[in-house]
DNA sequence: CCTATAGTTCCCAAGTATTGAACTACGGAA
DNA sequence: TTCCGTAGTTCAATACTTGGGAACTATAGG
């Protein structure tokens, strides 16, 4: 039996539009503590991130497969966009689409969770990653 | 065999406050379109609204035990409050709880919402939208 | 008491998430 | 070219979560 993937994995990444992106998949993209942290980190890096690095920064250690899914929920919802860059694939948060579509919300979010945590807690993160 | 929930019924409903209200918490019971459109009703009566009223005004028929699990979702996450009225649970938002811990989030999120749907749709929310 | 109404709890089927293993894809070195 | 290392995807198995029917509690009004 062929593997039944073959030549799936190059296919165009699905980035949604207009109407194709909805309140309730964004919120339920940054409903996970995760993916919010994500979206966090690569807030802080306009010029992109792939998977891996971006995990490293938030101090998380995961198995590629589930930092995988996290990417595709985030893609899916419209809330970051991923070109590949030889194997990479660098993703980026898609603000001005949600600045357009849903303006405001992404910002308060964004501001919720800094407020939720302390800044002392962030910088730990930040340095657990430079070390490993 | 006794019913393992005797005498749990009227036990106190957990209301969260401070650091037990989390933003994960929140995005969570609004991610779901029928607990965000809850909300949303609530909001529009602030005096409260028991569980069997919000579900007819929404337009949407669902059985009472998901209603109940919905309502306790939202209570637990600290977006609503409900209080016992005779047979009737009444509930309404904790605008001021919101707006003190999380300033700003629960109007933009419904700010996003009544921009996803046209208030004509609104009057008739019966069908969710199949739209990809 | 009885009956109606409001909501809760339990349970199970159906759905979703997590993650190791197997895999594709690409870049660079030999 | 072929091989290797790295990056990420897909699949499958298992663990977890959710929706809703049935059975239940609680209260109000006869």
New binding site residues.
């Given amino acids: 039996m062929p593997?039944?993937?073959?030549?799936?994995?190059?296919?165009p990444l699905s980035h949604p539009d207009g109407a194709g992106v909805t309140l309730a998949g964004l919120l339920f993209a940054l409903a996970?503590p995760v993916r919010l942290a994500i979206v966090r980190e690569l807030l802080k890096s306009p010029a992109g991130l792939?998977?891996?690095e971006t995990t490293a920064r938030i101090g998380l250690s995961?198995?590629?497969?589930?930092?995988?899914?996290?990417?595709?929920i985030l893609r899916e919802s419209g809330l970051i966009a991923?070109e590949?860059r030889?194997?990479?694939?660098v993703s980026r948060v898609r603000a001005q689409l949600l600045t357009e579509r849903f303006p405001g919300l992404l910002e308060s979010v964004i501001a919720a969770y800094e407020r939720e945590r302390p800044a002392a807690l962030r910088r730990r993160a930040s340095r657990v990653s430079a070390a490993g």
């Fill in positions: 593997p039944r993937y073959h030549r799936l994995m190059t296919r996970d792939n998977c891996t995961m198995p590629k497969s589930t930092c995988s899914q996290h990417y595709r991923s590949r030889g194997t990479e694939l």
